[in-house]
């Protein structure tokens, strides 16, 4: 399974345990990026939309995305950010529930999503309200006033790992959408939106997906109810005949009519790339080899480093594809890491998160990471200024 030296362009005195933020650069990404820019883009200038498929690219690396998680064809298509996606999501769901007022999530949401549902209420400004409860308590707080439940499957700080058939049930028998977030899910693990049966989910490929920085979000509508969605941002490429410039919009068929704007080409052409990777890939044999090099790691960790505690559930089958410590100097002591060539990153308020990925991770790349990490705890090598200092980006 593990495919680094062929198909990922890693620096070779690098530990990179930080896949779950960036996933690092595929070989046949940056061919497909040069020949989009010096054939494509250079070479055929505005022909590019037709002659090389550029308009189709949303829904065709969509299609690709859309086998990773369960999503039957022309059911996801690709564009702008997650939290653009998030908002065309939950903004639908609530024209689709008009009698109810309660948007539920729960506290370990990645904050970009509360603050989407937060806009988008003050903007509607009809009484809508953002009810936000612990993650064990979400199943019991779904009643009859919840229009949406919005949800991301995994944890970002601990990785524990939502129960997406069951809570996805649960909505369902109140009569609520179910919105996924799969931003630490798609790549990570096996998803299956179709048997959940979820009316929606987004979800992000510069993580598991290795897309590249900024690369576009995804989302997926259920098949059934897709023609029905109405779209809260009517964006020109989600016109049912853009070219036609009507003054009036008109949605286009299913999934096209959650486009919006110019899809990002080079992006995408670096994330087409980099799904075709995923072709050799046996989800359920890629989320055991996670497990087993997680297990690994925490039973090193416990056993060598005791001053870090571990937040991400003991259980495997609880937890996303990374293992997150506390420990209350979590910024230095990871940014005394780095400077070793072990990458992970830190999350406030005391979080260090460490990502397994197996298609460029070995066991011999955990043992080596914690050695490194042994080193600079046992040696308190975090206790300098120059760790302690925050940069912009944890």
């Known amino acids: 399974m593990v495919l680094r030296k062929e198909f990922f362009d890693l620096p070779t005195d690098m530990i ?18 040069s020949d989009m820019i010096q054939n494509e883009w250079g070479g055929q200038l505005i ?12 829904s065709r690396v969509g299609d690709a995305v859309g086998r990773l998680i369960g999503a039957p064809t022309n059911t996801v298509v690709m564009g702008d950010t997650l939290s653009i996606k998030v908002y065309q999501a939950v903004a639908a769901a609530l024209k689709m529930r008009p009698n109810r007022r309660v948007i539920l999530s729960d506290s370990g949401n990645f904050p970009t999503d509360l603050y989407m549902v937060e806009g988008l209420i003050r903007t509607l400004d009809q009484g809508y309200e953002l009810r936000i409860v612990a993650p064990e308590d979400v199943a019991g707080a779904i009643d009859e006033r919840v229009a949406a439940v919005m949800l991301t499957q995994v944890d970002y700080r601990t990785g524990r790992l939502h129960d ?26 096996p998803v299956d939106v179709a048997r959940c049966e979820c009316e929606m989910a987004v979800g992000c490929t510069y993580k598991y997906l290795n897309g ?11 098949a059934d109810i897709a023609p029905d969605i109405d779209p809260a941002l009517a964006g020109w490429l989600g016109h049912d005949a853009p070219f036609d410039f009507d003054l009036g919009y008109r949605p286009a068929a299913g999934i096209e009519r959650m486009r919006v704007g110019t899809p990002p080409v080079i992006q995408l052409a670096a994330l087409e790339a980099a799904m075709e990777i995923w072709e050799a890939v046996d989800m359920s044999d890629l989320r055991s080899e996670s497990i087993a090099l997680q297990e690994v790691f925490i039973r090193h960790i416990e056993t060598r480093v005791p001053q870090l505690t571990l937040v991400s559930p003991r259980d495997s089958g609880q937890r996303g594809s990374q293992v997150s410590f506390a420990f209350d100097q979590g910024y230095a002591a990871m940014q005394a890491l780095i400077a070793r060539g072990v ?16 298609l460029y991770i070995d066991e011999a790349d955990v043992i080596a990471a914690v050695d490194h990490i042994e080193v600079v705890m046992g040696d308190r090598l975090w206790d300098n200024p120059t760790y302690l200092t925050r940069q912009r980006v944890t």
């Open 343 to 358: 990458i992970g990153d830190f999350r406030a308020p005391n979080i260090m998160r460490f990502g397994f990925t197996p």
């Open 164 to 189: 997406m058939d069951a809570l996805t049930a649960a909505a369902h028998n109140a009569g609520a959408v179910m919105i996924w977030d799969l931003a630490h899910s798609a790549g990570a693990l």
């Open 212 to 222: 590249g920085p900024g690369a576009p979000a995804f989302i997926y509508v259920r």
């Open 16 to 33: 990179y345990l930080d896949g779950n933020s960036l996933g690092p650069l595929p070989v046949a990404a940056k061919a497909r990026v």
């Open 47 to 58: 022909k590019g939309w037709n002659a090389s498929g550029w308009m189709a690219q949303p």
